[in-house]
């Protein structure tokens, strides 16, 4: 089994940054792909940003993109979300995921483990 953990969100002012972390212990060999993923209230669960094992590849979703940077640490077990210029609407439950698979992925049946989740509100 593999466990993540997130930690960095918080209450940050429209354009300000936060930096999102996720520490993954357990079975950590057997992850490859790593994720991030938002959920607003009374909305679904979507896709924020995807990075490979190798941190070859990425990928983010439009309404992030040139905003947010995933990377990750393979000697730390830890893949991080640096969040700039921050909205309103990215308000929402912050959660990293991650995959057995190689590859990146963007939906969230990919993902084989999830964290619980760390908040982050930005005000107008």
């Known amino acids: 089994q593999v466990q993540l953990v997130e930690s960095g969100g918080g209450l940050v002012q429209a354009g300000g940054s936060l930096r999102l972390s996720c520490a993954a212990s357990?079975?950590?060999?057997?992850?490859?792909?790593m994720g991030w993923f938002r959920q607003a209230p009374g909305k679904e669960r979507e896709f924020v940003a995807t990075?490979?094992?190798?941190?070859?590849?990425?990928y983010y979703a439009d309404s992030v993109k040139g905003r947010f940077t995933i990377s990750r640490d393979n000697a730390k077990n830890t893949v991080y979300l640096q969040m700039n210029i921050l909205k309103p609407e990215d308000t929402a439950v912050y959660y990293c995921?991650?995959?057995?698979?190689?590859?990146?992925?963007?939906?969230?049946?990919?993902?084989?483990?999830w964290g619980q989740g760390t908040q982050v509100t930005v005000s107008s």
């Open positions: 357990g079975r950590t060999f057997s992850i490859a792909a």
């Open positions: 995921a991650a995959s057995n698979r190689l590859g990146v992925f963007t939906t969230t049946h990919e993902y084989n483990y």
């Open positions: 990075i490979s094992r190798s941190s070859s590849n990425s």
